[in-house]
Every structure is written in structure tokens, then in C-alpha cells.
């Protein structure tokens, strides 16, 4: 992968040593919790299962419509952390982190400063419960004005990363790696990946696939050991490098 896509998230992994000690070199377990850019039948959650391999399994947790709130009281964060405590003794487990397209719709209830003590708290009990949190800014929308896209998530990607630097949790910046690629592909292209015409938010199961391996590539770019757990396709993973539709 080029290292102007690696760049994206370089700083950020300079401290982000410490959760590495702790792995046991069991194979990896990935438990992803979100909203529906990372769910079933419109994320990139999916995408990201298919390629696992060796031993690593994973679970898509995503919900549709969830905020960091909700995700919480319908039960389905106490699934995550389930899965974390039954799994830590043979698995190294991670848990992906990926909110923020409902919490900052103004009818959700969770203003911004909520929104990143939401992300807090979640990171935090994922430790306690033997997991490893890797928080991942918000997904991109797909939405252009006059062939810029437009950068409709800067907030809460923000207090993403925010949350991560105040526990000391991984951070993946999604929102920046797809933001590039996006706009390098343009608006014709980016349409391709729509769940239905005119829907720029959530992804058919091409986009899954392209969008879960950005993702992967984001895991192996912060603790490279990860791929050897991860199907690699370096023509596709050079492709989102470069900014061509794939």
C-alpha cells in the first residue's frame, strides 16, 4: 500500500504501542459494533468478515439506524461485550467502534460532547471486558457539490478521535481514507457503490466488499502481525491506495 494512504493514519498509531503488549498471540477475533455503515445490508461490516482466515473469526454486530445511545439500551453493546468475555480465552479480541451518521442528527438526543463521552465509555469497557477497542471515524456520505465532496461528518469524526486520545484507545481515521478515495474516484463512481439509486450513505455488497478491505488494510497499517489473519488482495488494496475506482 502507497504511503500517502499509510500517511492518513500515521500519527495517530505513534501512541498507540501500549494496547499491542497485551496480545497473546491467539488468533484474532473481530467484533464489530455500529450503526449502519458498518451493519449488515449497507455497511462495509460484511467486507471486512468475508477475508478473514487462520483461525480469526468475526461477528458484524452493526445495527441500522443505532447512535451510541441506542446501540446501548437495545442490549446489542452487552451482545459485543458477550462476545468478548466468551471468546478472550482463545482469541485475541478486537472490537471495532464505528458511530456517528445518527448520533448527529439533531432528533437523536446525543449532542457532540455525549457523543464522544458515549465512545469513552464504550472503549473503556471493552478493555475491561479483555478486548482490545479500535474506535474508527465515521464512513463517508457520498454526497458531492460541484465535484467537491462534501465533508458532512467532520464533527463527530473529530470527537472520534477526540474519545481515542482520552483513554488511549487505537484510532482508525475511515473518514479521512474514504473522504480521499471518494473524491479521487468522483461522483459517477462513487455511485456504483449505492445500496439503491440515490442512496449515498449506505453500500451494495460491492461497496461492502471495497469498503471492508479499506478497512483492513487501515488494521494491517496499524498492527501489521494482523495480516496474517487477513486475505490479502494487493491489487484491490493498491486500487484504493491510488485513488481508482475498484
Not at 25 to 54: E, K, Q, Y
Not at 181 to 202: C, K
Not at 219 to 224: A, F, M, Q, T
Amino acid at each position: 500500500m502507497k504511503s500517502s494512504f499509510l500517511a492518513l493514519l500515521a500519527a495517530p498509531f505513534l501512541a498507540m504501542a501500549a494496547p499491542l503488549e497485551s496480545r497473546q498471540g491467539n488468533p484474532p477475533a473481530f467484533f464489530l459494533a455500529g450503526d449502519s455503515t458498518t451493519a449488515v445490508d449497507g455497511g462495509w461490516g460484511d467486507g471486512l468478515v468475508a477475508i478473514l482466515r487462520d483461525g480469526a473469526i468475526g461477528q458484524n454486530k452493526g445495527h441500522s439506524g443505532a447512535t451510541t445511545a441506542s446501540f446501548v439500551a437495545a442490549g446489542d453493546w452487552e451482545t459485543v461485550l458477550s462476545l468478548v468475555e466468551t471468546n478472550r480465552g482463545k482469541h485475541d479480541c478486537y472490537v471495532t467502534i464505528q458511530f456517528g451518521h445518527n448520533d448527529q442528527k439533531s432528533n437523536s438526543g446525543v449532542g457532540i460532547s455525549q457523543f464522544q463521552t458515549n465512545v469513552e465509555n464504550m472503549a473503556n469497557e471493552v478493555t475491561a471486558a479483555g478486548g482490545t477497542p479500535i474506535i474508527l471515524t465515521s464512513l463517508t456520505r457520498r454526497t458531492f457539490s460541484d465535484g467537491t465532496l462534501d465533508d458532512s461528518l467532520a464533527d463527530v469524526s473529530e470527537a472520534a478521535k477526540k474519545a481515542a486520545a482520552a483513554v488511549g484507545a487505537a484510532v482508525l481515521d475511515l473518514n479521512a481514507a474514504s473522504r480521499k478515495y471518494v473524491q479521487a474516484i468522483g461522483s459517477s463512481d462513487a455511485d456504483r457503490y449505492n445500496l439503491e439509486q440515490g442512496d449515498r450513505t449506505h453500500l451494495n455488497d460491492h461497496g461492502a466488499a471495497v469498503f471492508g478491505r479499506m478497512v483492513a488494510d487501515l488494521v494491517v497499517s496499524w498492527d501489521s502481525e494482523l495480516s496474517a489473519y487477513i486475505t490479502a488482495d494487493a491489487a484491490l488494496s493498491e486500487k484504493i491506495a491510488q485513488g481508482v475506482y475498484a
